[in-house]
């Protein structure tokens, strides 16, 4: 009997596929999550970005901002966080591995756009980094803003936002632009501390960034006051799983939240007995959150128990204390003048 | 059994696991850009609106629905089906609006809905973005007795049901023990009954207070709202998770009009913009680029918003700001680099 009906079996099979969907990009939801739970890990894209940001330590250790939310993510839904598999790419191919499903996140100072999201099957989850695209100098060159340099040449890393941005201001009110771009950052780098271009233009944390790797004094390098661009940057999933965009937008949430709460990494343990009832959701006390997104209720305190919340998170790899030296700004709890918001886990 | 008999019955079974199949598709997982199919057929938006009184969302003399949240309608009905009046309102409640959207009957949920987690993990929703930063307030009766919520003794307050408020007033009463609610299963009827002074306060997001000062036919000045806000209730409009293309239409939309107010691009002087050399301005209004196709929608969709509807500004000044009787300034919900919360990723 059971041999009787594999055969048509078979094909009703690969008629109802074919009905389902015809480009086999039909994912379940939840599909993610299942795979980094089966896998015990999560596929995590990254790529160089320099200290502060994405770099791999002398060890092989990928580490910085954007690594760590990668932590944070596999801490809540594979429930350790070193459950990462940290896959390099590189610029160009970056949301081709997360479209084709070599990767589960894109974790990459991707700047949020339009264009970057319509039609193409990702998705950004949500503001991690308000940044905008700046310039650096030579301290030693008479630039001091974008107005009083003269003919100049600019690096640039030719497949990014950056490019597009830089090309409008030259195309448009500064004509004295000479656009250089450069396929790796390395070379992009280098050229500009060989003095092949004028200015190096990138997002500000990573003019930050790329000052320290030049094995000079920084100071030897200024950046412009000149921000030409809005650069949110944000997390990157798929769009065909809505339960996976949900465990990554509220990972970074519960990040948020945890720092209005004065929970951090060191005391997350401390709060078992608050009768204040936004942390017992937090930390999954109450509620049953956890496990509406397909998790558990302890998902929060662990990604806290990782990497801190977000302001722990910030001023570790980018903050006023690190070689990167950059204030809050835009970045600082909204209560405190700054961006970062989060809605209530309730 | 014969062999021909047993192959039919195991064709039989067979279809009947594709059969099973794709109702399970039909059912669970909506194509991409299938709503925005629907609306462009049935060439109109079904928004799911809900009574808030005045400036929020409500029903005018002539029977219009307007208000912020309605305005919100109009803008996404401009972007896709050309017009800001094709619009199909329906009229939903608070314990029945997620099941309307859940189950098709409306396309977007356009109303002071706070963006939860509750609200989107594992519900089949997805909340676009917060539109309106707002906290839940209290409005007292100007003449009755005043002070810090702590100290006024045992107080009652009319309160709505289904509601992030009705949880935030229990949450609370941990640090207010004083209060007592008094639960109704309309907003309306809530507001009524504090209006009729059944209960000593009334509690609801404050533009929703701001609303309800202005709906009793008394003077506002015969109310106050009270210093104390004791929530975050981001709001934000709503859509099912199953559909992302349809879920970037009505995200870009809300984006495509703060971005106008940045560029100063108002529905009055949007055609002085036509020969800008900004490129931001070109792509936003379909000068230049093709995002309005990749959104599945045509070049002039954001300059139709603008145009039809209105900048972020524009909307929020005409329906909550300081010159109309709700006279909330902007506060959070100015933009970004004017010390508010509104932003928006750029059009690129």
């Known amino acids: 009997m059971i041999h009787a009906y594999r055969g048509p079996l078979i094909v009703a099979t690969i008629v109802a596929a074919a009905l389902i969907g015809p480009d086999g990009g039909e994912a379940r939801a939840g599909e993610t999550l299942d795979r980094v739970r089966q896998s015990g890990e ?103 803003d974008l107005k009083s340099v003269g003919a100049v040449r600019v690096c640039v890393d030719e497949s990014s936002t950056s490019m597009h941005n830089v090309q409008d201001l030259a195309q448009s009110t500064h004509p004295n632009l000479t656009v250089m771009p450069f396929a790796s950052l390395r070379i992009k780098n280098e050229s500009f501390y060989l003095r092949k271009c004028d200015l190096l233009t990138s997002d500000r944390t990573a003019l930050a960034s790329a000052r320290l790797t030049f094995g000079a004094d920084v100071n030897r390098f200024v950046i412009l006051p000149d921000i030409i661009s809005k650069e949110p940057l944000s997390l990157v999933v798929r769009n065909n799983d809505p339960d996976w965009f949900n465990v990554v937008r509220w990972t970074h949430f519960v990040l948020v939240t945890a720092e209005e709460k004065g929970i951090t990494a060191a005391n997350a343990d401390t709060f078992q007995a608050s009768s204040d009832p936004e942390i017992r959701r937090l930390l999954g006390l109450e509620g049953g959150f956890g496990t509406a997104l397909g998790l558990d209720d302890e998902w929060a305190r662990r990604a806290i128990r990782a990497v801190g919340n977000y302001g722990e998170l910030y001023n570790r790899h980018l903050g006023p204390g690190t070689p990167m030296g950059l204030e809050r700004g835009l970045n600082e709890l909204w209560a405190k003048g700054g961006l970062i918001y989060a809605p209530p886990i309730r | 059994m014969n062999a021909t008999k047993r192959r039919m019955n195991a064709v039989s079974r067979a279809l009947l696991v594709v059969a099973v199949l794709i109702a399970t598709a039909g059912a669970g997982i909506a194509r991409a850009g299938e709503t925005l199919e629907r609306v462009r057929q049935a060439g109109e938006l079904r928004c799911g609106a809900i009574e808030y009184g005045t400036g929020l969302s409500t029903v005018d003399s002539n029977g219009q629905w307007t208000g912020f949240w309605a305005d919100m309608c109009r803008a996404v009905a401009a972007a896709v089906v050309g017009d800001a009046e094709a619009v199909h309102f329906v009229p939903l409640a608070n314990n029945t609006r997620f099941a309307a959207l859940a189950g098709k009957a409306i396309d977007l949920l356009s109303e002071s809905t706070t963006w939860t987690l509750g609200r989107e993990a594992g519900t089949g929703l997805t909340f676009t973005g917060t539109m309106l930063y707002d906290g839940q307030g209290f409005l007292a009766h100007a003449d009755s007795r005043r002070g810090e919520l702590k100290s006024l003794g045992p107080t009652t307050v009319c309160v709505a049901d289904a509601t992030t408020t009705m949880r935030n007033l229990q949450d609370a009463i941990r640090t207010y023990p004083n209060l007592t609610p008094v639960v109704f299963i309309t907003l309306s009827a809530a507001n009524e009954n504090f209006h009729l002074r059944k209960c000593d306060l009334l509690t609801s997001d404050r533009t ?141």
């Open chain 1, 42 to 144: 999560l596929r995590c894209g990254v790529s160089e970005h320099g200290p502060g940001l994405t770099t791999e330590d002398s060890t092989g250790r990928w580490i910085g901002f954007w690594p760590d939310l990668c932590r944070a993510v596999a801490a809540a839904a594979a429930g350790d966080a070193d459950a990462v598999r940290f896959v390099p790419l590189a610029a160009p191919t970056r949301f081709a591995a997360l479209r084709d499903n070599a990767i589960d996140l894109l974790s990459d100072s991707a700047t949020w756009t339009l264009g970057r999201e319509a039609g193409t099957g990702l998705l950004f989850a949500d503001t991690v980094l308000y940044d905008g695209q700046a310039f650096l100098a030579h301290a030693d060159s008479t630039a001091r």
């Open chain 2, 208 to 348: 929703a207070l701001g609303s309800a000062r202005l709906s009793s036919g008394l003077s506002p000045d015969r109310y106050v709202l009270l210093p104390e806000v004791i929530s975050k209730e981001p709001l934000s409009p709503l859509v099912r998770s199953d559909d992302p293309d349809w879920f970037n239409v009505v995200r870009w939309t809300h984006f495509a009009m703060i971005a106008a107010e940045e560029k100063g691009i108002t529905s009055a002087n949007l055609d002085s913009f036509l020969g800008s050399n900004d490129p931001e301005v070109r792509r936003l209004l379909g000068l230049e680029g093709t995002l309005g196709e990749s959104l599945g929608l045509d070049r002039d969709w954001a300059q139709r918003v603008i145009r039809m509807v209105g900048n972020y500004g524009e909307v929020y000044d005409r329906n909550l700001g300081p010159h109309t009787p709700m006279a909330l300034e902007r506060g959070m919900n100015a933009l970004w680099s004017k010390g508010g919360l509104i932003y928006a990723p750029p059009l690129r």
